[in-house]
């Protein structure tokens, strides 16, 4: 009220302020490299509401632009901000040598990242002149319904193509290069030899992304750039007790990163970890995935993003095994896909999380899970399900605004015996939580008991100061449907 209580003159008036209505939001920032074609400039991060606002800042074919094209293919209305790291120091060069051309010529099919790239072959050419064909393909190539453009920049010398990661740095290592089978035959079948002359070399740094989030929030980060000292800012980044979980920040947040390598090495390196800030999806090396890993890591997050934000209509809890992902395809080698239940359960119970195939081959979500192991050297699985970490998101920040809307700038009193404006008292706070507990019923569960169990006292030491215990019990994903099937010859 700022209505002051010792006026004289007459006047009829009103005061307005709001009385509180809550709405949650969730972004999904994704990290990666742009190129010098784009506008956004390195460190910095930017909203990206769709395809032309990508290419405009990060520059056509690069990361950024096609992590951004995958996520919004895996969440149309998602909220994305894209954050652009500073490329590293030498570009992957390749090297696809074209051999003797089939007299008959035909069609010549080259897949490049899971983008298929195809020219037709006159009779009679030669190889010099498919190898110019084939630069001028890949430098042109855009996929229309996708909006997709290639990860290289391409030349030719004689029947030699080189092709240029667009980035500089390791992370190029990553792209598939494949001459398929494909129905009528394929003119490339047997006579390209690859080569790689250059590997990238350098990891960047996410340190100075991080840093210019300032202190907005940013839920779902996903960072696909998975070195030791590139997670470690990113840990400490989310931390609770400087990071953006502390008390003094509450703005939340959880890292996504993905992990390419030999199953041994994927499980030594998950048992390694501890925290509950991060998520790591796992790929095996080999196999034949044909996007790379910094996709399937936008898309799996993107995928999510939409329910990670569902609190008010319970979304945020539900089990997510079977969401397909959309632009990612199955590893070519069938051995390495994720299919049976074994290796599925190894990995959750090692940290790592989990997507598996369907029979028509495209690619779903098992579980996603973070790497919490222990609590205070004790075993705990309290912050495991990324579900979690959502309600915990969620749920604190209602309690934050309602809390807000019913005692800021308020005084506290042990009682309030004329109904004061300006005085608010433990039971008045302890009933907003009670109520505010009530109202998030896909959230969490057991209020008569968080009730029972709830404590708001004012502080001995200190008069101005509330001290709170709030015991919150969510709700939980149907992960297991564990039935005995009781057979009969004839019901008795």
Not at 28 to 52: E, Q, T, V
Not at 155 to 163: G, Q
Not at 263 to 292: E, V
Not at 342 to 360: E, H, I, Q, Y
Request: aromatic content about 8%; some cysteine.
């Amino acid at each position: 009220m700022t209505i002051p209580a010792n006026i004289v003159a007459p006047i009829f008036a009103f005061d307005v302020r709001s009385a509180g209505q809550f709405e949650n939001e969730t972004r999904l920032l994704l990290l990666g490299h742009a190129s010098s074609a784009g506008s956004l400039a390195a460190g910095a991060i930017a909203p990206c509401n769709n395809w032309r606002d990508a290419r405009s800042l990060c520059g056509a074919g690069s990361m950024l632009e096609s992590m951004y094209l995958i996520a919004r293919a895996n969440a149309p209305a998602q909220e994305i901000w894209i954050g652009h790291v500073a490329e590293a120091t030498t570009a992957e060069i390749r090297t696809i040598t074209v051999g003797a051309i089939p007299a008959a010529g035909g069609q010549g099919v080259i897949d490049i990242s899971g983008e298929r790239v195809a020219i037709d072959i006159a009779a009679g050419a030669s190889s010099a002149s498919v190898a110019t064909a084939l630069a001028a393909a890949i430098n042109s190539y855009f996929n229309r319904l996708t909006n997709m453009s290639l990860p290289y920049t391409a030349t030719s010398n004689a029947a030699v193509v080189s092709i240029t990661a667009r980035h500089k740095g390791t992370y190029a290592a990553g792209h598939d290069i494949d001459v398929p089978v494909i129905e009528g035959g394929n003119a490339f079948a047997g006579i390209l030899t690859f080569a790689t002359p250059t590997a990238g070399a350098g990891v960047p740094n996410i340190g100075n992304v991080l840093a210019a989030t300032g202190d907005q929030p940013y839920d779902m980060i996903a960072c696909p750039f998975s070195d030791a000292t590139n997670l470690g800012l990113l840990e400490t980044y989310l931390n609770e007790t400087s990071g953006r979980w502390a008390f003094s920040k509450q703005v939340y947040g959880h890292g996504f990163t993905v992990k390419t390598d030999t199953t041994l090495n994927l499980t030594t390196y998950s048992l390694a970890k501890d925290t509950w800030h991060m998520t790591t999806i796992p790929r095996f090396a080999s196999g034949g995935f044909a996007q790379p890993d910094y996709l399937w890591l936008a898309a799996m997050v993107a995928r999510i993003a939409p329910w990670f934000g569902g609190g008010a209509n319970g979304d945020v809890s539900r089990n997510q095994t079977g969401l397909i992902l959309e632009g990612i395809t199955a590893p070519r080698d069938r051995t390495y896909w994720m299919t049976d239940y074994a290796t599925r359960d190894a990995f959750l119970k090692a940290g790592l999380s989990t997507w598996n195939v369907r029979t028509d081959g495209r690619v779903t979500i098992d579980k996603i899970i973070t790497h919490h192991q222990t609590t205070s050297d004790v075993p705990d699985t309290t912050f495991r399900d990324i579900q979690k970490i959502g309600q915990m998101t969620y749920a604190l920040r209602k309690f934050r605004a309602e809390l807000a809307y019913e005692h800021s700038n308020k005084a506290i009193a042990d009682d309030n015996p004329s109904n004061l404006d300006a005085i608010t008292t433990p039971k008045d706070i302890r009933n907003t939580l009670y109520h505010t507990y009530l109202s998030m019923p896909g959230v969490l569960e057991g209020g008569g008991t968080a009730l029972a169990n709830m404590s708001v006292v004012r502080d001995i030491d200190n008069p101005n100061r509330v001290n709170v215990v709030l015991p919150l019990d969510f709700v939980n994903p149907l992960d297991i449907f564990a039935g005995l099937a009781k057979i009969y010859s004839q019901f008795r």
